[in-house]
């Protein structure tokens, strides 16, 4: 899979400012490095900010994907933004978002992008490693920490079904 690539350098936004979690989506997308690659920086704010109208991407225990399809993307682009207050997100457990993360995709829904967020969703479901995240030093050991718990996932996602006997 070609996701081997997320979270290089220029992936974290260590200090989201924006309370409003449209802002915060415009924030990271803005100071993240890693979204200048894309042709059109704000069409893909556009397709995130619609996408997050329609439904609120906040998944509980204080985690976000947002996410938007773009043209001239030609894989899967990934940044994140941690509040240390919280942003009120209409996420099903209320909690604030604390690790707002933002993925942008080719228009057509792929494979790569279905594996990125599976691989992303399984790399934050333990409170401890959310944890790790939150404590990290400063932005390029939180990428660090991301980066190897995401490879460790996709080498998990990317493992044979065992055969069934019989």
Do not use: W
């Not at 509040?83 to 942008?104: C, H, K, Q, Y």
């Amino acid at each position: 899979m070609s996701t081997t690539h997320c979270f290089r350098s220029g992936t974290v936004v260590a200090e989201l400012l924006s309370t409003d979690k449209f802002d915060a989506i415009r924030e990271t997308i803005r100071r993240a490095p890693v979204f200048r690659a894309l042709a059109d920086v704000s069409r893909f704010e556009e397709a995130v900010i619609e996408r997050e109208r329609q439904h609120s991407t906040g998944f509980g225990h204080g985690v976000a994907v947002a996410h938007g399809r773009v043209e001239g993307v030609s894989r899967v682009l990934i940044g994140l933004g941690i509040s240390r207050l919280g942003i009120p997100f209409d996420a099903p457990d209320g909690e604030p978002v604390r690790l707002l993360f933002v993925i942008a995709s080719p228009p057509s829904l792929s494979l790569e992008y279905l594996q990125t967020l599976s691989t992303l969703v399984r790399c934050l479901r333990e409170k401890e490693d959310r944890d790790l995240l939150l404590d990290s030093p400063n932005p390029k050991e939180t990428e660090r920490r991301i980066r190897a718990s995401f490879l460790a996932g996709l080498e998990r996602f990317e493992e044979p079904l065992p055969r069934s006997a019989g």
